[in-house]
């Protein structure tokens, strides 16, 4: 057997969700138009409760085009010289998150990362500073990527 339900629910006079033009979503229900909830909206609203969080044991994530600013900042925490940290991570972030605008220092897509991804990152990045720095850059991004993809 197969039961389909269909459900209005009413929600205060907000726009609770907006499409790419900015304009709120919506859809034909029962011959009118009414405003509508994606589901990215309803997951966001998910990831970023803290209940969940608590409940699921796993931190709340961030959505981010800015990874390059938030590695480089805990990068310099660790009293990393500027310029060599914006190389590192112009060669880091291209090589096992996503393709990086070098001008802007943001990635070209939004990425998804929980803290102990983030902290991950941060640590192999660290642990590799010398050989990041160095001759060897080449090689020891191979090896982080590896252990990124495969940990």
Same mark, same amino acid.
């Given at each position: 057997?197969?039961?389909?339900?269909?459900?209005?629910?009413?929600?205060?006079?907000?726009?609770?969700?907006?499409?790419?033009?900015?304009?709120?979503?919506?859809?034909?229900?029962?011959?009118?138009?009414?405003?509508?909830?994606?589901?990215?909206?309803?997951?966001?609203?998910?990831?970023?409760?803290? +209940? !969940?969080?608590?409940?699921?044991?796993?931190?709340? /994530?961030?959505?981010?085009?800015?990874?390059?600013?938030? $590695?480089? @900042?805990?990068?310099?925490?660790?009293?990393?010289?500027?310029?060599?940290?914006?190389?590192?991570?112009?060669?880091?972030?291209?090589?096992?998150?996503?393709?990086?605008?070098?001008?802007?220092?943001?990635?070209?897509?939004?990425?998804?990362?929980?803290?102990?991804?983030?902290?991950? +990152? !941060?640590?192999?990045?660290?642990?590799?500073?010398? /050989?990041?720095?160095?001759?060897?850059?080449?090689?020891? $991004?191979? @090896?982080?990527?590896?252990?990124?993809?495969?940990?």
């Amino acid at each position: 057997m197969f039961i389909e339900i269909h459900m209005i629910q009413n929600f205060a006079p907000s726009n609770l969700n907006r499409d790419d033009t900015n304009s709120p979503k919506d859809c034909e229900f029962g011959g009118y138009r009414r405003a509508r909830i994606s589901s990215q909206c309803l997951k966001r609203a998910i990831r970023k409760n803290e +209940i !969940f969080a608590e409940t699921t044991g796993v931190g709340i /994530g961030e959505r981010t085009k800015y990874i390059h600013r938030i $590695l480089s @900042e805990k990068l310099a925490e660790e009293g990393k010289d500027s310029e060599e940290i914006n190389s590192v991570l112009k060669e880091v972030i291209p090589n096992i998150l996503t393709k990086l605008d070098k001008k802007k220092a943001t990635t070209d897509t939004m990425i998804y990362l929980g803290p102990s991804e983030v902290q991950f +990152i !941060f640590e192999q990045i660290k642990k590799n500073w010398d /050989g990041l720095t160095g001759s060897n850059q080449k090689k020891t $991004l191979e @090896e982080i990527k590896k252990t990124y993809l495969f940990s």
